[in-house]
């Protein structure tokens, strides 16, 4: 289990496959112009017809012999009677026996005929035949990535048909038998197969023709039989999951079978057990499975792959230097993908880190970029200058309302709205305490935090302590209570009841485990006796989640996490969860989008509609 063949570098990976795809040659195929954007013409291609075809006027006005006006002056006008000349329209076609065009703004119409103070001179205000494009000159070379603009110049030199290099037909082949097609409904164990889906959308953005297969299951006969269509099909070929070690894990004896495998296991995380093989000159990608490890593959081989096979270079992503905002710890085996989220707080690009974890799709939904940590490093301390990847649009980055803190619902109805408003809002879990100390650092603009005082307010003496000189905005007001499953089955009703049942807390720091010890000491427990004390979840509906799969009893938690889970609920506390910065912050255009926001109506609404708040408070400012 978890040996594969090799640990090598990304870059030994790349130079394997290079050599590997060498052989693999693209045909042409003739598609209609009108659908060829982005394609790449495979030969010359040479006018058909010339541009404009015919002699053509290039202005409104009157087609004339110039002989006949000669003698115009400003003071001696020359008269020209109908049959003298003819009226034309710009692009009308000019009749053989004229041989200028003069604007209907220098003529003077009158009885019979027009009347003409200027001279014209010969061809002048006329597009010859040939003047855009002459019959016979080329209007593309061979090679040349087909734009909008490029379409006109080929339908007005009648060219229908272009001759293209045919799209790199992909096949991507899932395999396991916990997975179900994306129409079904999974069962418990059961898995919709989403990867095949994302690996045909980024075929096709890099302008290829992906060839989906049927889901296959773990059998070695079904994805040995598969892959050989395949093979015969594709130019190249994606065998997906089953490529660690596990009992379903064919993918390497398939490849063995039936061709070369060249490599197995990348020193790259996620994405460690990447393979490649050819059969026949067919490349072959074993991609693992989890749905991050599976991008991270794609991007950096199998992309790599196909632009060689392309020819063609492609577009390298941004890079932007940032600095990390908390320590993260890496291994020194492998090149590690971390994903983070950026915001710009004073002069400063801040990288929060977020999951790591390879089953995350979120991760990089959320990303704004991506923080490659080089195998030779241990990790990055906080604070630590970094180059970030940049997935999204960078404008967006000077847009964004930086929050590290408390995670509640709202601020994911926050940042939808702020969205609609031309913002951006990251946020990052981490807790009422991390919150505070982010703020400290100077690396967020709010913080959302619930920390319950010794005198029973919330948050000012955290505020005061750590803090000084800050502004609290009024949020919200949330019930907290216990998260149990539909009807209560264990009757729990207090704290004692927790040492009998399966608990899920929440991370250290957080405001919610502070409020459990709070009430812990409070009800004489000991938390030693809670099975499930050291169990952490980072976000109320994480709690929540748990106690709906079953796989948890009872987690302290707000009210609209467990209406969202349809859990039962039994209040345990008011709350106030409030919004901490630095005063300065009054004055910044993301934080007043904030607080238009949550002093509209709309989004009032939007929080009564889930229930279990109370907004009375919403939007006072108490300096500190
Ligand atoms: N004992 C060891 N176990 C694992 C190792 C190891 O070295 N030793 N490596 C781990 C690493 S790293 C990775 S990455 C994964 C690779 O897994 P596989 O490629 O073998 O894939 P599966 O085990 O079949 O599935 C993993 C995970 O991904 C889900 N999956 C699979 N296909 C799809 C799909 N089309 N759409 C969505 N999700 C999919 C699957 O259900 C599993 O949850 O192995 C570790 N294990
Ligand atoms: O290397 Mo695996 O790809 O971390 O999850």
């Avoid at 870059?11 to 790449?40: P, Q, V």
């Avoid at 020194?332 to 801040?350: C, S, T």
């Avoid at 907290?480 to 499953?485: K, S």
């Avoid at 009703?493 to 399966?502: A, G, P, Q, S, V």
Wanted: hydrophobic letters at 40%; glycine letters at 8%.
């Amino acid at each position: 289990m978890g040996i594969f063949l090799n640990n090598i570098s990304l870059e030994e990976a790349k130079k394997i496959i290079e050599e590997g795809c060498r052989t693999l040659e693209l045909k042409n195929e003739e598609i209609d112009t009108r659908f060829s954007l982005g394609r790449t013409t495979y030969e010359p291609h040479f006018a058909m017809i010339s541009s404009p075809h015919f002699t053509a006027s290039a202005m409104d006005g009157i087609a004339v012999n110039y002989l006949h006006t000669l003698e115009a002056d400003i003071t001696k006008p020359v008269f020209l009677e109908n049959s003298k000349y003819e009226v034309v329209d710009t692009g009308d076609l000019v009749r053989d026996d004229f041989d200028a065009v003069i604007m209907v703004e220098d003529i003077e119409e009158v009885e019979g005929g027009v009347v003409i103070r200027k001279p014209a001179v010969p061809y002048q205000n006329i597009r010859p035949i040939g003047e855009d494009i002459a019959m016979g000159t080329m209007v593309l070379p061979s090679k040349h990535k087909i734009r909008a603009i490029d379409i006109s110049s080929l339908l007005a030199a009648g060219i229908n048909k272009v001759s293209v290099y045919e799209k790199i037909r992909v096949g991507i082949i899932p395999t396991g038998d916990e997975l179900v097609n994306v129409w079904e409904s999974p069962d418990k164990g059961q898995l919709i197969d989403y990867n095949s889906w994302t690996f045909a959308a980024m075929i096709e953005e890099w302008g290829g023709n992906p060839i989906r297969y049927d889901i296959v299951g773990d059998s070695y006969e079904l994805i040995r039989d598969t892959l050989k269509r395949a093979v015969n099909e594709c130019h190249m070929v994606i065998l997906n999951a089953g490529s660690a070690k596990g009992r379903g894990d064919f993918t390497e004896e398939v490849l063995k079978s039936l061709g070369e495998v060249k490599f197995h296991g990348v020193s790259i995380k996620p994405g460690r057990p990447a393979s490649f093989a050819l059969i026949k000159d067919t490349p072959v990608f074993g991609v693992p499975g989890y749905p991050v490890s599976a991008f991270f593959v794609m991007d950096n081989i199998v992309k790599h792959a196909f632009f060689k096979v392309k020819n063609e270079s492609f577009r390298e992503r941004e890079r932007v230097e940032a600095y990390i905002s908390r320590k993260v710890v890496s291994s020194l085996k492998n090149d590690e993908f971390l994903r983070v989220k950026l915001g710009k707080v004073g002069q400063k690009l801040v990288a929060s880190p977020l999951g790591r974890g390879a089953g995350v799709t979120m991760s990089l939904t959320n990303a704004d970029g991506v923080v490659k940590i080089d195998k030779n490093h241990e990790g990055i301390e906080a604070g630590e200058k970094v180059m970030v990847e940049i997935l999204k649009n960078k404008s967006n980055i000077d847009k964004t309302l930086v929050s590290i803190g408390s995670h509640d619902i709202v601020m994911d109805i926050i940042s939808d709205m702020m969205n609609m408003e031309g913002y951006d809002l990251s946020s990052s879990h981490v807790g009422s305490m991390g919150g505070i100390m982010a703020l400290k650092r100077n690396e967020a603009h709010i913080a959302p935090i619930h920390l319950l005082g010794e005198n029973g307010i919330y948050n000012i003496d955290y505020v005061k302590r750590y803090l000084g000189d800050y502004v609290i905005l009024k949020l919200i007001k949330r019930v907290q209570g216990f998260m149990v499953q539909k009807g209560n089955p264990l009757n729990i009703n207090n704290f004692k009841d927790l040492t009998r049942i399966r608990y899920v807390n929440r991370q250290k720091g957080s405001g919610t485990r502070l409020l459990l010890d709070y009430f812990l000491e409070k009800n004489e427990v000991d938390k030693n006796e809670i099975n499930g004390y050291t169990r952490e979840e980072l976000t109320h509906l994480t709690v929540a989640a748990q106690i709906a799969g079953k796989s948890g009893d009872c987690g302290l938690g707000v009210l609209s996490a467990a209406i969202c889970m349809n859990l039962d609920f039994i209040p345990i506390a008011n709350e106030d969860y409030d919004i901490v910065f630095h005063k300065s912050m009054l004055e910044d255009e993301r934080f007043k989008c904030f607080y238009k926001i949550i002093t509209s109506k709309g989004f009032k609404d939007k929080v009564m509609s889930i229930g279990g708040y109370d907004l009375e408070d919403t939007g006072k400012i108490i300096y500190v």
